[in-house]
């Protein structure tokens, strides 16, 4: 397959003329079978600056058109994405080795998400506070907050930033964006698109939204400029350590959307035909490279065996669905890269290490694919939650462990750093609802897998996840200044707070 020659044409299709970008600084690969599909220069420090000041400016013009309006060239773009779902689907694919049908969802994620952000465009609102004084009214006012630096990951290359810019844009922010340097082309097309959508729209001021591409001395320029009023980095729990404190020390405000380690509780209530498929796309869907993917599963020990041995099976006949995402047969596609695969290889030997039972784990040659990295998803039964399953190992690992009763697995559950998403099955309410009181995840649901959140609600996760929500609810608070205002209408002299006098 010559996927330099089809990401060439799908490039030319959605508008990137790759010789602009030309260079040697970066090499970029498909995971699909190794092979090079660009070759970029990247920023410098001069080229970042010049973003920036040019964000700056665009949003001190954007700021003041109104947000309906605002919500018009995301109506705009969201359209233009729909006209190119599939060309940018099948380059999210090759460029990250998620399956077709994935990358169509995470296109598709990032349409819904201009949906919401249009709607949300007539709804950006205060709140009217009772005043504790005669004639005094007390408002909440919304401002456009600044420049948003958007540090995206290589899984979902452009959903992420959709979620973010899309929201900021309707705030009135203008945006920079650094993808990993592991997808930098998707996000090139996806400025391309903008830029196309900027042009139906008229009018917008240059600089709204960059793209910066760079290695990790770029992410901190762009971390450490008091120009940029927001860093929203997804990425590794490392990642976000590094980048937290370096926002913090200048006074900036941060939205970190870091590791997950989401688990699963399949109760002996459960019923198994709804638990079964959900616990496979979680565990082995996008090749266990979510953030929301299952790596954990507690189950009742009365069904232990039936749960570990139906699964085993299931894991067995994967080996057939494991191929090239471009084929809409396969179900799952490669690692990333070399580095990951051993990774996975060493949180393998590490879990044998810590008494584990693996099945399944090793590299999946493909005779035409010689160059991608594809493995059978690993299964693990442990007795104890060691060291390595409290570990995020980002690859299809997923760790099979027994459960006395509900009250007792919750404390398991919760004992690991990161707490993003969660998942209990059971036919039984008060279980249900025990479980969303107790799970310390940021996103906790019943019946249904760990991954795969709408954009509706507000995503992200506590303690080493980071803390952030982005995408739906009010998640778009965060690229907005509040401001609490109180105005009195009196005409006598004006009252003082707390019953304090100050009679001159
Ligand atoms: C991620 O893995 O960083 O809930 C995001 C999900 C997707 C988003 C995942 N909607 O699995």
Same mark, same amino acid.
């Given at each position: 397959?010559?996927?330099?020659?089809?990401?060439?044409?799908?490039?030319?299709?959605?508008?990137?003329?790759?010789?602009?970008?030309?260079?040697?600084?970066?090499?970029?690969?498909?995971?699909?079978?190794?092979?090079?599909?660009?070759?970029?220069?990247?920023?410098?420090?001069?080229?970042?600056?010049?973003?920036?000041?040019?964000?700056?400016?665009?949003?001190?013009?954007?700021?003041?058109?109104?947000?309906?309006?605002?919500?018009?060239?995301?109506?705009?773009?969201?359209?233009?994405?729909?006209?190119?779902?599939?060309?940018?689907?099948?380059?999210?694919?090759?460029?990250?080795?998620?399956?077709?049908?994935?990358?169509?969802?995470?296109?598709?994620?990032?349409?819904?998400?201009?949906?919401?952000?249009?709607?949300?465009?007539?709804?950006?609102?205060?709140?009217?506070?009772?005043?504790?004084?005669?004639?005094?009214?007390?408002?909440?006012?919304?401002?456009?907050?600044?420049?948003?630096?958007?540090?995206?990951?290589?899984?979902?290359?452009?959903?992420?930033?959709?979620?973010?810019?899309?929201?900021?844009?309707?705030?009135?922010?203008?945006?920079?964006?650094?993808?990993?340097?592991?997808?930098?082309?998707?996000?090139?097309?996806?400025?391309?698109?903008?830029?196309?959508?900027?042009?139906?729209?008229?009018?917008?001021?240059?600089?709204?939204?960059?793209?910066?591409?760079?290695?990790?001395?770029?992410?901190?320029?762009?971390?450490?400029?008091?120009?940029?009023?927001?860093?929203?980095?997804?990425?590794?729990?490392?990642?976000?350590?590094?980048?937290?404190?370096?926002?913090?020390?200048?006074?900036?405000?941060?939205?970190?959307?870091?590791?997950?380690?989401?688990?699963?509780?399949?109760?002996?209530?459960?019923?198994?035909?709804?638990?079964?498929?959900?616990?496979?796309?979680?565990? +082995?869907?996008? *090749?266990?490279? =979510?953030?929301?993917?299952?790596?954990?599963?507690?189950? &009742?020990?009365?069904? %232990?065996?039936? $749960?570990?041995?139906?699964?085993?099976?299931?894991?067995?006949?994967?080996?057939?669905?494991?191929?090239?995402?471009?084929?809409?047969?396969?179900?799952?596609?490669?690692?990333?890269?070399?580095?990951?695969?051993?990774?996975?290889?060493?949180?393998?030997?590490?879990?044998?290490?810590?008494?584990?039972?693996?099945?399944?784990?090793?590299?999946?040659?493909?005779?035409?694919?010689?160059?991608?990295?594809? +493995?059978?998803? *690993?299964?693990? =039964?442990?007795?104890?939650?060691?060291?390595?399953?409290? &570990?995020?190992?980002? %690859?299809?690992? $997923?760790?099979?462990?027994?459960?006395?009763?509900?009250?007792?697995?919750?404390?398991?559950?919760?004992?690991?750093?990161?707490?993003?998403?969660?998942?209990?099955?059971?036919?039984?309410?008060?279980?249900?609802?025990?479980?969303?009181?107790?799970?310390?995840?940021?996103?906790?649901?019943?019946?249904?897998?760990?991954?795969?959140?709408?954009?509706?609600?507000?995503?992200?996760?506590?303690?080493?996840?980071?803390?952030?929500?982005?995408?739906?609810?009010?998640?778009?608070?965060?690229?907005?200044?509040?401001?609490?205002?109180?105005?009195?209408?009196?005409?006598?002299?004006?009252?003082?707070?707390?019953?304090?006098?100050?009679?001159?």
């Amino acid at each position: 397959m010559n996927v330099e020659k089809k990401v060439q044409d799908l490039l030319s299709n959605l508008g990137v003329k790759l010789v602009d970008y030309k260079g040697s600084d970066l090499k970029v690969h498909s995971p699909i079978n190794g092979s090079l599909i660009a070759e970029l220069a990247l920023d410098t420090q001069a080229t970042l600056d010049k973003k920036i000041e040019d964000a700056a400016k665009a949003f001190k013009v954007w700021r003041r058109v109104p947000a309906p309006k605002r919500g018009e060239l995301v109506r705009i773009f969201g359209n233009i994405l729909r006209d190119h779902k599939e060309e940018l689907s099948q380059l999210v694919t090759i460029e990250c080795g998620k399956i077709i049908e994935e990358g169509r969802g995470e296109v598709q994620e990032m349409i819904d998400i201009c949906d919401f952000a249009v709607g949300l465009s007539r709804q950006l609102y205060g709140l009217t506070i009772a005043s504790e004084r005669p004639n005094h009214v007390m408002h909440e006012n919304w401002h456009p907050l600044g420049v948003v630096g958007i540090i995206s990951a290589f899984n979902f290359p452009v959903a992420v930033w959709a979620w973010n810019a899309c929201l900021a844009f309707v705030c009135g922010d203008t945006a920079i964006w650094k993808p990993s340097e592991k997808t930098p082309l998707t996000a090139l097309a996806v400025q391309s698109l903008f830029e196309q959508a900027c042009q139906e729209f008229g009018d917008v001021p240059e600089g709204l939204s960059s793209v910066v591409l760079g290695e990790r001395t770029i992410g901190e320029q762009l971390v450490v400029d008091p120009r940029v009023a927001l860093i929203s980095a997804t990425g590794s729990t490392r990642m976000g350590a590094q980048v937290g404190p370096k926002v913090a020390a200048r006074f900036g405000k941060s939205l970190l959307e870091l590791g997950g380690n989401n688990a699963i509780v399949v109760s002996q209530h459960a019923d198994l035909d709804v638990a079964l498929p959900s616990i496979l796309f979680g565990a +082995v869907g996008t *090749a266990g490279q =979510r953030c929301t993917s299952s790596r954990r599963v507690f189950v &009742h020990k009365s069904i %232990a065996d039936k $749960l570990f041995n139906t699964l085993k099976k299931a894991y067995s006949g994967l080996s057939l669905k494991i191929g090239n995402p471009l084929d809409g047969k396969t179900l799952i596609g490669p690692l990333i890269d070399e580095e990951s695969f051993n990774t996975m290889q060493s949180s393998i030997a590490a879990a044998k290490d810590q008494g584990g039972e693996v099945f399944q784990g090793q590299r999946h040659p493909l005779e035409d694919l010689k160059g991608g990295f594809y +493995v059978n998803p *690993a299964l693990v =039964r442990m007795s104890n939650q060691t060291q390595i399953v409290c &570990h995020e190992t980002f %690859a299809p690992i $997923l760790y099979v462990m027994e459960y006395e009763s509900l009250e007792e697995v919750m404390d398991r559950h919760n004992e690991v750093p990161q707490g993003l998403s969660s998942t209990i099955f059971t036919t039984n309410l008060q279980e249900a609802e025990y479980f969303k009181q107790f799970s310390d995840c940021g996103i906790t649901n019943v019946n249904i897998g760990t991954s795969g959140a709408e954009i509706g609600g507000a995503f992200g996760g506590e303690k080493e996840t980071g803390g952030g929500r982005e995408s739906g609810s009010d998640a778009w608070k965060n690229y907005m200044r509040r401001q609490t205002s109180t105005t009195y209408y009196g005409k006598d002299a004006p009252a003082l707070a707390q019953g304090i006098r100050f009679d001159i």
